[in-house]
Antibody, heavy 114, light 112 residues
């Protein structure tokens, strides 16, 4: 059964770049043409879809974040990554990675500090 | 963006009794391919979301049959036929028909 695990710094300074990695185990990130997604959830609030990358490398980003987001794939490491630039306090959230929306990681809290 | 509005936002329920959550979209969720991409997720306290229902009424593998989804167009419902203690948490609806995918605010289910 496929499992996903987020990793990365839990604290990022304002105006810097947030970088997270999602490691996939129990299956190849290259198999089939799944979408590999990033979603976030500020404390006590709802979920917000950030973007996705397909196995073929195609990416789609939420227009509200598009200018600051980059998602990439590393098939050799069975990982995909998120970069969010110029972060502000409002980017503080639990960040989740997910395959399609059927398999989710446990999430990682990222706090943006001033 | 398609705005997803859930009600109620808080739902106290009695064990063994039914529960129902509504999700309304600002736009019809019928895709040009004929499918309706409306999902329901359960998020237990301290856990990540788990998909329960996809395309309105299809239960994911391992989801108890006390959970059911229904609806069409802009109005959708998640029903729990008999609430159990493990059903406590926040339930989210999500649409994948319109760009970008969007979620409802979440409905918190708690035991009375």
């Amino acid at each position: 059964q496929v499992q996903l695990q987020e990793s990365g710094p839990g604290l990022v300074k304002s105006s810097q770049t947030l970088s997270l990695t999602c490691t996939v185990s129990g299956g190849s990130i290259s198999s089939d043409n799944y979408s590999w997604n990033w979603i976030r959830q500020p404390a006590g609030k709802g979920l917000e879809w950030i973007g996705r990358i397909y196995t073929n490398g195609n990416t789609h980003y939420n227009p509200s974040l598009k200018s600051r987001v980059t998602i990439s794939l590393d098939t050799s490491k069975n990982q995909f990554s998120l970069k969010l630039s110029s972060v502000i306090a409002a980017d503080t959230a639990v960040y989740y990675c997910a395959r399609e929306f059927a398999r989710w990681g446990q999430g990682t809290l990222v706090t943006v500090s001033s | 963006d398609a705005v997803m509005t859930q009600s109620p936002l808080s739902l106290p329920v009695t064990l063994g009794q039914p529960a129902s959550i509504s999700c309304r979209s600002s736009q019809s969720l019928v895709h040009s391919d004929g499918n309706t991409y409306l999902n329901w997720f359960q998020q237990r306290p301290g856990q990540s979301p788990r998909r329960l229902i996809y395309k309105v009424s299809n239960r994911d593998s391992g989801v108890p049959d006390r959970f059911s989804g229904s609806g069409s167009g802009t109005d959708f419902t998640l029903k729990i036929s008999r609430v159990e203690a493990e059903d406590v948490g926040v339930y989210h609806c999500m649409q994948g028909t319109h760009w970008p995918p969007t979620f409802g605010q979440g409905t918190k289910v708690e035991i009375k």
